[in-house]
């Protein structure tokens, strides 16, 4: 029989706060992370704009041993270890040293490239000849499973310890995995998420393609502007979101607060055809994908109270709202909003660290505002009633969430929470 | 560079890796990297980095191999100190 499964933990690193509490505060008081990156100015990039997570060297030393703190130059390792220890913290659980590690609990934690910043030093001594001179950690550090490997070993997993990748959709995918994995009765624990390095080896490759917005670098924490007429681009981002994912009867049983239930959700891809490409996706596959999650979940489309969208703020949010559209196939439309108006766009990480975000407005009962977005999309406005595009955050609850992560490669993901 | 000085810088570079504190407490020639210290494997590469640092010599993967001991280290730490 499928198990069900809840929610039981969260940890989150994100541009514009660290820790569930600040990350709540400043989504809930439009609070942006983008700020302006004098690297990236150095280096004469268009957009001079990131959102980068601030973390002192003693807020690091809490997470990590002093010899793993020698050398490490992998950003999204640091972040995705801080939101999976939190996560795990805060559900309840502990990290024990015992002899034999704990055979029902595993790790689906993805990433879209990792230890940019270690590879680049590799880069450096092995063209200089001086491959000897790497050290012990070059490996770990930016093999893409670095970081479940990390945080296997800190927590101890002893089921399935993996690492996902699929571009922008890759923390939602990692989401699915864990769900499946222990509804289908193989794991009781699965602490899901993912993370993202920054710096320029990351975003370099965006700004090359154009599709950053260059004209806010004076004013940075208005440049991301999903939904809106303005909106000229996504705001290059990172981090790390993570969620512990239960059994729901092991949840009970030990007690545990629960957030929300997963009800289901769908995984797909337009195949690179009918309108989809490497970069745009089919849209055909993205109502499917919706409709799949939404049948997997059991509910009907009147039931979603609140889509926590994609929407990274370029000009196909709107086709984005209207494939939502087609696929609820109602008279009205749910509330609808995007963080990455605060954040900007933490690629690998997004998923996830939009997940968390969704969860918390189940949890604490609000729906944030949308930020920048005062000029609505026409094309948008047409499509949907302007009150269901919050400006300001809403205390209001929220029964029933559906969040979409869409990705380079034309891959979709669809994940439906309800509260419990 | 006297014999007590080395070990001396010896135990500094290897107190970070060393997973089992109560071995630098009797810390001698006879001292084992991965017996007494339990230094992870992998890590002793980091060791060797460290040691060639800290005396500026290079020490190839033949003389690496017979690191085990404290002992051993000086030794060659000494060596390539002469022929330096």
């Known amino acids: 029989m499928k198990k069900r499964v809840v929610i039981t933990g969260m940890g989150v690193v994100a541009p514009n706060g660290v820790g569930l509490a600040n990350f709540e505060d400043a989504i809930r008081k439009g609070e942006s992370g983008i700020r302006f990156e004098e690297e990236l100015e150095r280096l004469k990039f268009s957009c001079q704009i990131a959102g980068k997570p601030q973390l002192s060297e003693e807020k690091i030393a809490e997470y990590f041993t002093p010899l793993q703190i020698r050398g490490l130059n992998s950003s999204g390792i640091v972040y995705g270890v801080i939101a999976g220890t939190d996560a795990w913290q805060d559900a309840g659980l502990k990290i024990e040293e015992n002899e034999q590690p704990d055979w029902d609990s595993g790790i689906v934690f993805g990433t879209g490239i990792l230890g940019v910043d270690k590879f680049r030093e590799a880069i450096h001594l092995i063209d200089a000849g001086k491959t000897r001179r790497l050290g012990s950690t070059s490996v770990m550090q930016t093999m893409a499973s670095g970081i479940s490997a990390y945080l296997g070993g800190i927590l101890g997993c002893g089921n399935q310890v993996t690492t996902n990748s699929s571009a922008c959709t890759t923390g939602t995918e990692a989401l699915l995995m864990g769900f499946e994995r222990i509804a289908a009765g193989k794991a009781k624990r699965m602490l899901v998420g993912s993370c993202s390095d920054h710096g320029p080896y990351v975003w370099g490759g965006f700004d090359a393609m154009r599709i950053l917005p260059s004209k806010y670098n004076k004013n940075p924490t208005e440049a991301s502007r999903p939904m809106s007429a303005s909106a000229a681009g996504f705001v290059p981002g990172s981090g790390a979101g993570a969620l512990v994912l239960e059994e729901y009867e092991s949840a009970k049983e030990r007690g545990a607060k629960i957030y929300a239930e997963v009800l289901g959700g769908a995984v797909n891809s337009g195949g690179q055809r009918g309108g989809g490409s490497m970069t745009a996706a089919n849209s055909d596959a993205v109502i499917r994908c919706i409709k799949e999650a939404i049948h997997f979940s059991n509910i009907s489309t009147e039931e979603i109270d609140v889509i926590n969208g994609h929407l990274t703020a370029t000009t196909k949010d709107g086709l984005e709202i209207e494939n939502w559209k087609k696929a609820l196939e109602r008279s009205d439309f749910p509330y609808i909003n995007s963080l990455k108006g605060m954040t900007g766009h933490c690629l690998g990480a997004s998923g996830s660290i939009e997940c968390v975000a969704s969860v918390l407005q189940m949890d604490k009962n609000f729906i944030f505002g949308n930020v920048n977005c005062e000029d609505l999309n026409p094309e948008i406005a047409n499509l949907v009633s302007e009150e269901k595009i919050p400006r300001k955050t809403l205390e209001k609850p929220v029964n029933i969430l559906a969040k979409s992560s869409f990705g380079f490669g034309d891959v979709n993901s669809v994940v439906i929470f309800k509260k419990l | ?84």
């Open chain 2, 1 to 84: 560079m006297k014999e007590k000085d080395i070990l001396e810088a010896i135990k500094k570079i290897v107190t970070p890796y060393t997973q089992r504190p109560q071995g630098l407490e009797n810390f001698n020639e006879e001292t084992d990297f991965i017996k007494d210290l339990e230094v992870n494997s992998a890590n002793l590469v980091d060791v060797i980095l460290d040691v060639e640092d800290e005396f500026n010599i290079e020490i190839d993967n033949e003389s690496m191999e017979g690191m085990l001991t404290v002992g051993d280290a000086k030794n060659i730490i000494e060596q390539k100190l002469a022929s330096a």
